[in-house]
């Protein structure tokens, strides 16, 4: 089974509506974490280490996770979904795009 890993900046809004959508698969186990010290969920090297497939949301979250994170990435496969910091939690448009953006990478 696949873990999952999507990661934005504050683990309030993309990530946790991406795990939310995602963690209706049977066939893939997900969580998500933010790359900020003050994230809900902040993103730790056990994290990293855990998953198989990262998905961040923008280029600067994979920028910081592969400076401070470079010991744990081993093995993950990091993508970068290129999605910015203007939606809701669990806006339809931002469902619409994870969907999109996502899904080809988990077939």
């Known amino acids: 089974m696949k873990k999952i890993l999507f990661v934005c900046s504050q683990n309030r809004l993309r990530s946790p509506t991406a795990e939310q959508v995602f963690s209706r698969r049977r066939d893939i186990e997900v969580t998500s974490a933010g790359t900020n ?8 090297h056990e994290l990293v280490a855990w998953a198989d497939i990262i ?16 010991t744990s990435l081993g093995k993950a ?7 910015p910091d203007n939606y809701r939690f669990m806006d339809p448009a931002l469902v619409r795009l994870l969907e999109t953006r996502v899904s080809r990478y988990l077939t």
């Open 37 to 44: 010290h003050d994230a809900d969920t902040p993103l730790t």
């Open 55 to 70: 998905f961040v949301m923008e280029k600067a979250h994979r920028a910081k996770m592969q400076t401070k994170f470079r």
């Open 77 to 83: 496969r990091v993508i970068c979904l290129d999605i």
